[in-house]
């Protein structure tokens, strides 16, 4: 159940109440693939040092390794990973679209083949259903089909008819698998996906049908693949005014903190990404004051915190030169330092839009950080 608490414009502040507690909105939910951050940050990191609110595990890559069945019979996700406050399973079919080179799309589902060791394997709404319910996450994802940016909009049509159908055939069988005696959630939640590639009549048209299925929130897939962000706020703010206003509105994959501000102001609550940990791997952490490279000579002798505005397990405790030096060095304490400090920069940065809406500052302070922190650090 969704319940808006206020509203700034288009900018919603809500709390969305699940099997496995409250999650408050606008959030952003931290990827785990394969039921772990990337950078060595464990469950407890999340729940004790970096605010994490959601984890994102992915449909596709669990049932490629352990596989689903492994984790049913202990206990499901929750139990497996020792964390306990809500989890969003991807359906796994961005990946069935992504990661395969061969791959046979029929009204059925996707015959395709594992990118790990090449087996066979047949994905459709029923088995990404079955999958997620053994699984047995807070919220699943239906299976939809996804389309490269440009496509022709013949093809992008005729995608968001059989992604129409999948949903209904995914909403039916979740009902069923929810029903049964020996499901471990059965309250497993059900979100829609609305595609449409970047036609606007499309994206409404598509809208419209899904919102009619009544799911537990809906999703904005197929966009941050390459098109202008102009080009993402326009087709946000065409199909916001088609979701219904009593769910929560998730935008897939997205993405940098200035995206996240503007999707906010577009009516956006849920987000996730591998951009924080992705790119602290690679010694690129983002501040208050703008986007930062560890690794440069300029920060050899620094004595500072990566953020000087920043209260991180990181930034508390070890100074940029260190930080700098575990790269160089090639040590791996450095990108689970920077993963950590951006993990925490995103939830905080979630919070601070929070407060924002909460106190009709949320122009102001999207006017203020969505330039600031997509620029260089400067100092």
């Known amino acids: 159940m969704y319940k808006l608490l206020k509203q700034q414009g288009y900018a919603r502040r809500g709390v969305f109440s699940t099997v496995h507690g409250d999650i408050q909105t606008p ?4 990827v785990g693939t394969s039921a772990a951050i990337k950078g060595g940050i464990s469950s407890i990191d999340l729940a004790n040092e970096l605010k994490c609110c959601v ?13 689903e069945d492994i984790i049913y019979q202990l206990g499901g996700l929750h139990k497996f990973m020792n964390w306990h406050k809500p ?8 990946q069935v ?3 395969s080179k061969l791959r046979k799309i029929k009204e059925e589902g996707v015959y395709f083949n594992s990118h790990v060791d090449g087996a066979k394997i047949f994905m459709g709404p029923e088995e990404s259903m079955q999958i997620q319910s053994k699984l047995a996450s807070t919220i699943a994802m239906a299976f939809d ?3 490269e940016n440009p496509a022709e909009k013949s093809y992008a049509k005729a995608s968001c008819e059989r992604t129409y159908r999948w949903l209904l055939r995914c909403d039916k069988e979740l009902k069923r698998l929810n029903g049964l005696d020996e499901t471990i959630n059965k309250r497993q939640l059900l979100f829609g996906i609305n595609q ?6 499309l994206r409404i048209e598509h809208m419209k049908r899904i919102a009619e299925v009544g799911c537990g929130g809906y999703a904005i897939g197929g966009l941050a693949v390459g098109e202008p962000n102009e080009v993402m706020y326009d087709i946000i703010e065409h199909t916001v005014e088609y979701m219904p206003q009593d769910k929560p509105r998730y935008l897939m994959g997205v993405g940098t903190p200035s995206n996240i501000i503007e999707a906010v102001r577009r009516g956006i609550d ?12 690679h010694a690129t952490v983002f501040t208050w004051n703008g986007i930062m490279h560890a690794h440069n000579k300029c920060y050899e002798l620094d004595e500072r915190p990566l953020d000087i505005e920043c209260d991180c397990p990181t930034c508390r405790n070890f100074s940029r030169a260190y930080i700098r030096h575990l790269f160089k060095s090639g040590e791996q304490l450095g990108g689970r330092l920077c993963v950590q400090h951006n993990l925490y920069f995103y939830n905080t940065l979630m919070e601070k839009i929070r407060d924002a809406i909460e106190n009709d500052r949320f122009d102001e302070f999207a006017d203020k950080y969505s330039p600031r922190l997509s620029s260089p650090l400067e100092d």
């Open 87 to 94: 989890i969003l399973t991807d359906s796994g079919g961005f």
């Open 145 to 147: 089909e996804c389309v």
């Open 97 to 99: 679209f992504s990661l």
């Open 27 to 30: 959030v952003f939910m931290n």
């Open 196 to 201: 449409g590639s970047t036609y606007p009549d």
């Open 270 to 281: 849920f987000f996730d990404c591998v951009m924080p940990s992705r790119n602290a791997r």
């Open 55 to 67: 984890e994102l595990c992915n449909t596709y890559h669990l049932h490629v390794r352990p596989g």
